[in-house]
């Protein structure tokens, strides 16, 4: 993460799923791009996807553990990695 107002905290069960809170404290919406160490999660080689917990939004996660989301101001999305 680029902007320093953009925070990601990660809680993972190794080789199964990781639960991603990110949050945005800028008063404006931001676009964030997430770079995940799939190999140190233990989820390298699986056909991943990030479901949005609150809104069951499906965001796909590329071969190289990449993500893009937009992320409103003021608030967090959390996402569940599988």
Known sequence: MDDPKTKVS???????????V???YN?????????????????????LSAKNMMTDEVHKVGRAG???LRIPAKSFVLLRVE
């Not at 990660?10 to 991603?20: C, F, I, P, Q, R």
């Open 66 to 68: 990449s993500l893009s």
């Open 27 to 47: 008063k404006e919406e931001r676009q964030a791009r997430l770079d995940l160490s799939l190999d140190r999660l233990g989820l390298q080689g699986k056909a």
């Open 10 to 20: 990660l809680y993972y069960h190794k080789g199964e799923s990781a639960l991603m």
């Open 22 to 24: 990110v949050t945005n």
